[in-house]
């Protein structure tokens, strides 16, 4: 099924952009999909993906590609493809751009360009999507909530051990669910996706939780924060982007002479804290550790891939 859905839209979006009638064999030699073997073969695929395209509701008409009408070809009519304005206000374009951010298919958010073309923009914001990523954790996601709605003791495949932990909720962040559980007495947050073999057969009622305990105050803020490690990375950021660093570290940072910024930042995901790193390009350096300095100029130089 998703090769039959990547050559519709690949003969989709040759046919909007030549603005012309296409026969049927330049379509078969320049639409990736339709190299077929033979002749009958191509001529039950094309007359198919015809017939699919149709039923969709995609004009595909039947032209003449000279003024002597003596070979035809196809094409989708621009003027009857294209959806007319709808006249939307804003804050029914702002009700369409925050259905369209909750609403997911196959665990991707919506693109903006079906917004751009309605006559709005994409809402700024946190940059963040509202909805969470249920795709292929769907069921381990039901496993889950019911552990923790009957507080039974949850067990699970994490970063190559079994373990057994006091589920206390469920929580959405950045894209990704996060089961905040407490495994030998200590409260960490696992993110499901990470997970596996998510089991719950034991009876209910097997622990309690802890009075006044919030699930939000158990995972941490900032990406790098939620992890296995216990890492205290020395980072100098250079001046020209201190002013950005500052904003989003959660330790404070101490100024330097020279305008450039140095902070200790504690590190639980490594990939995590060198992937947000990165981004400064060549304006931020780690001191210490070496472990974390090694890991960054490895992936910099390509070994790391």
């Known amino acids: ?97 925050l259905s369209a951010q909750v609403v997911r298919l196959g665990g991707q958010p919506s693109g903006p360009e079906a917004l751009l073309k309605l006559g709005g923009g994409a809402m700024s914001g946190a940059g963040e999507p509202l909805a969470a990523d249920l795709g292929p954790s769907a069921d381990s996601l039901a496993v889950i909530f019911q552990a923790v709605a009957d507080r039974r003791v949850l067990s ?74 216990d890492l205290e990375a020395v980072v100098r950021f250079d001046a020209e982007v201190a002013w950005w660093a500052c904003r989003q570290l959660a330790e404070p940072a101490v100024e330097q002479p020279d305008g450039s910024l140095e902070a200790r930042i504690r590190v639980a995901n490594p990939s995590a804290f060198i992937g947000w790193l990165l981004g400064f390009e060549d304006r931020a350096e780690i001191i210490a550790p070496e472990e974390l300095r090694s890991q960054l100029l490895a992936l910099v130089a390509g070994d790391g891939r």
């Open 1 to 97: 099924m998703k090769r039959v859905i990547e050559r519709l839209l690949n003969l989709l979006a040759f046919l909007l952009t030549t603005g012309r009638p296409v026969s049927a064999d330049e379509i078969r030699t320049t639409v990736a999909g339709y190299d077929q073997d033979n002749d009958e073969a191509f001529r039950r695929m094309f007359e198919r993906d015809k017939d699919l395209l149709r039923n969709m509701g995609i004009p595909l008409e039947l032209r003449p590609t000279d003024v002597w009408e003596v070979e035809f070809g196809y094409m989708v009519p621009p003027d009857q493809y294209r959806l007319p304005d709808p006249g939307l206000t804003d804050e029914e374009r702002a009700a369409l751009w």
């Open 156 to 229: 699970m495949e994490y970063r190559d051990r079994r373990r057994e932990v006091h589920p206390y909720g469920l929580l959405h962040q950045r894209g990704h669910w996060y089961l905040v559980a407490a495994e030998n007495d200590e409260v960490r947050a696992y993110r499901v996706d990470r997970g596996s073999g998510y089991t719950s057969e034991q009876p209910a009622q097997a622990f309690e939780r802890p009075a006044g305990f919030r699930i939000r105050d158990a995972l941490p803020s900032l990406p790098w924060q939620a992890g296995e490690k």
